[in-house]
């Protein structure tokens, strides 16, 4: 079981950034294949992006140009940076790892964080 905690989620105007972090004490995140997915209330858990265990990156068309999911080395955290958020961005946003080499849907992941809220307001 690896113990996921996300932080840095909070409340922004549309077009504001944030950031997202995960972390896993004990666990060295960039041997995982990670994620990030968020729930939005009354709305299936969606994935938002992902990094393979060799460093390659895919995002959601809806995301694209705006997130930016990577590796801090130094402080053994995933990020996920955000940029021009918009309204619809608001949601509990979840990090997931999983062992295999690649990982992008709900089913690949095998452990999951608890989640933080990101509230965008228009």
């Known amino acids: 079981q690896v113990p996921l905690e996300e932080s840095g989620g909070g409340s922004v105007q549309a077009g504001g950034s944030l950031s997202v972090s995960c972390a896993a004490s004990g666990y060295e995140l960039s041997k995982y294949c990670m994620g990030w997915f968020r729930q939005a209330p009354g709305k299936e858990r969606e994935a938002v992006a992902s990094?393979?265990?060799?460093?390659?990156?895919s995002y959601t068309d809806s995301v694209k140009g705006r997130f930016t999911i990577s590796h801090d080395g130094t402080k053994n955290t995933l990020t996920l940076q955000m940029k021009n958020l918009k309204p619809e961005d608001t949601a509990m946003y979840y990090c997931a790892a999983d062992t295999r080499s690649n990982c992008h849907s709900r089913g690949d992941f095998n452990y999951w964080g608890q989640g933080t809220q990101v509230t965008v307001s228009s």
């Open positions: 990094i393979a265990r060799d460093g390659t990156t």
